[in-house]
């Protein structure tokens, strides 16, 4: 199983590498509702508000792409972040965070795409998934400890590790042409000439399949987000510390750590448009169970379900984006592909929270499920156009005929 990994471009590995090394120390955003409305004395509303400011600075990071090397920016306003105490100054700083880090993601994925087959791409988003949440089951546990003792660790914590990442981006990784990469599936007609701003915006905007399941995805993106806006908010009404919300919620990244590349590896074998409406069944059951949640467990329980729809879902993804793409266009398609999430946290950002504040977690958590049987359907009705492309034999095979 190994074997399939470690065959993998260097490249994947090395950005896989500093992947890992950001989001062990991604601090900031998980504790970020609970130090506005609790440790600032701001409320829930505006906590959720800022979290909205954030999606919208990452809706903007997702558009305008750019240079990996631009992430280094991130730790500068962290720093500041910290010392902010004004309210329009702190949302005016999530939402520069938000447009610095996210800068680096859709050019990330489309590198991936380009340097592998359609038969590797699931394993590579994979193997990205794990070193991403390799990091997600460090830093709520360690942010958790470092809140506990003070607020502003986090901020510098985070800070440190960002411009390491981008360190490591800037020395090892360099622009790969998808046309100089043997085994692509570059079509001809697309892959020897750039393509104006214009001439993708027509030609995405008549993809239906892909709007489609940039939709869902939406709608998947929506419900995924209260693990980190409104979840840690309805467990401190419990009476569940901080501490506590980030001991449970690493259970998802340390399942994911464990679990990713067997079940990607096994799950390979199946039409992938049927994995990905089935991971939105069961990412909603998980969710939709918080609706009952009153003790530690209970929530542990819930965060389990969720993340085996997680895992399920989350390497076919950006693999499925970058079959759709024309290759020339990969980044643009995993640029429009990352506004699903940010646009996530924009459209709920502030929604969310008065759903919470005014009708209780009842509520939220229940719409929470409605929500992932409609991303679930809408999935299912593109099953034919994002359905598994036909793999190529294994080189053994392939020279034996």
């Given at each position: 199983?190994?074997?399939?990994?470690?065959?993998l471009p260097r490249p994947v590995?090395?950005?896989?590498?500093?992947?890992?090394?950001?989001?062990?120390?991604?601090?900031?955003?998980?504790?970020?509702?609970?130090?506005?409305?609790?440790?600032?004395?701001?409320?829930?509303?505006?906590?959720?508000?800022?979290?909205?400011?954030?999606?919208?600075?990452?809706?903007?990071?997702?558009?305008?792409?750019?240079?990996?090397?631009?992430?280094?920016?991130?730790?500068?306003?962290?720093?500041?972040?910290?010392?902010?105490?004004?309210?329009?100054?702190?949302?005016?700083?999530?939402?520069?965070?938000?447009?610095?880090?996210?800068?680096?993601?859709?050019?990330?994925?489309?590198?991936?795409?380009?340097?592998?087959?359609?038969?590797?791409?699931?394993?590579?988003?994979?193997?990205?998934?794990?070193?991403?949440?390799?990091?997600?089951?460090?830093?709520?546990?360690?942010?958790?400890?470092?809140?506990?003792?003070?607020?502003?660790?986090?901020?510098?914590?985070?800070?440190?590790?960002?411009?390491?990442?981008?360190?490591?981006?800037?020395?090892?990784?360099?622009?790969?042409?998808?046309?100089?990469a043997p085994g692509l599936d570059?079509?001809?007609?697309?892959?020897?000439?750039?393509?104006?701003?214009?001439?993708?915006?027509?030609?995405?905007?008549?993809?239906?399949?892909?709007?489609?399941?940039?939709?869902?995805?939406?709608?998947?993106?929506?419900?995924?987000?209260?693990?980190?806006?409104?979840?840690?908010?309805?467990?401190?009404?419990?009476?569940?510390?901080?501490?506590?919300?980030?001991?449970?919620?690493?259970?998802?990244?340390?399942?994911?750590?464990?679990?990713?590349?067997?079940?990607?590896?096994?799950?390979?074998?199946?039409?992938?448009?049927?994995?990905?409406?089935?991971?939105?069944?069961?990412?909603?059951?998980?969710?939709?169970?918080?609706?009952?949640?009153?003790?530690?467990?209970?929530?542990?329980?819930?965060?389990?379900?969720?993340?085996?729809?997680?895992?399920?879902?989350?390497?076919?993804?950006?693999?499925?984006?970058?079959?759709?793409?024309?290759?020339?266009?990969?980044?643009?398609?995993?640029?429009?592909?990352?506004?699903?999430?940010?646009?996530?946290?924009?459209?709920?950002?502030?929604?969310?929270?008065?759903?919470?504040?005014?009708?209780?977690?009842?509520?939220?958590?229940?719409?929470?499920?409605?929500?992932?049987?409609?991303?679930?359907?809408?999935?299912?009705?593109?099953?034919?156009?994002?359905?598994?492309?036909?793999?190529?034999?294994?080189?053994?095979?392939?020279?034996?005929?």
């Amino acid at each position: 199983m190994l074997q399939q990994y470690l065959k993998l471009p260097r490249p994947v590995h090395i950005l896989c590498l500093g992947m890992f090394i950001n989001r062990a120390g991604s601090f900031i955003v998980p504790f970020l509702s609970i130090y506005i409305s609790e440790r600032l004395g701001f409320g829930v509303t505006f906590a959720t508000m800022t979290i909205g400011a954030f999606g919208i600075g990452s809706m903007c990071g997702s558009l305008v792409g750019g240079h990996l090397a631009d992430h280094i920016g991130g730790a500068s306003v962290m720093i500041i972040m910290s010392q902010l105490s004004s309210r329009w100054a702190i949302m005016a700083a999530a939402f520069s965070l938000a447009l610095i880090a996210d800068v680096y993601r859709p050019a990330a994925s489309a590198m991936i795409a380009d340097l592998t087959t359609p038969h590797e791409r699931s394993l590579a988003f994979g193997l990205m998934y794990v070193a991403i949440n390799l990091g997600f089951a460090i830093a709520p546990v360690v942010g958790g400890f470092l809140a506990s003792r003070s607020f502003q660790l986090l901020f510098w914590g985070d800070a440190l590790t960002c411009a390491l990442y981008g360190l490591i981006i800037t020395k090892y990784i360099r622009e790969t042409l998808p046309v100089s990469a043997p085994g692509l599936d570059a079509p001809d007609d697309d892959s020897t000439e750039q393509v104006s701003i214009a001439a993708a915006v027509r030609h995405i905007l008549h993809d239906r399949p892909f709007i489609t399941f940039c939709l869902a995805s939406l709608l998947f993106a929506i419900v995924f987000m209260q693990s980190m806006s409104t979840l840690p908010l309805h467990m401190a009404r419990l009476g569940i510390s901080a501490r506590d919300y980030g001991l449970i919620i690493a259970a998802n990244g340390a399942m994911i750590t464990i679990l990713q590349l067997p079940l990607t590896t096994q799950l390979n074998r199946f039409n992938r448009a049927h994995v990905v409406t089935v991971a939105a069944l069961v990412t909603g059951v998980g969710f939709g169970l918080m609706t009952f949640a009153t003790l530690r467990w209970h929530f542990l329980a819930a965060v389990v379900i969720w993340t085996l729809g997680e895992i399920m879902q989350s390497p076919y993804m950006q693999a499925i984006v970058g079959d759709l793409a024309p290759v020339r266009m990969r980044a643009r398609y995993m640029g429009v592909f990352t506004l699903m999430f940010a646009l996530s946290s924009l459209s709920w950002g502030r929604l969310e929270g008065q759903v919470l504040a005014r009708f209780g977690g009842t509520t939220l958590w229940t719409s929470a499920f409605v929500i992932s049987l409609i991303g679930a359907a809408t999935y299912w009705s593109i099953r034919r156009e994002i359905g598994n492309r036909p793999a190529p034999p294994p080189e053994g095979e392939a020279a034996a005929k």
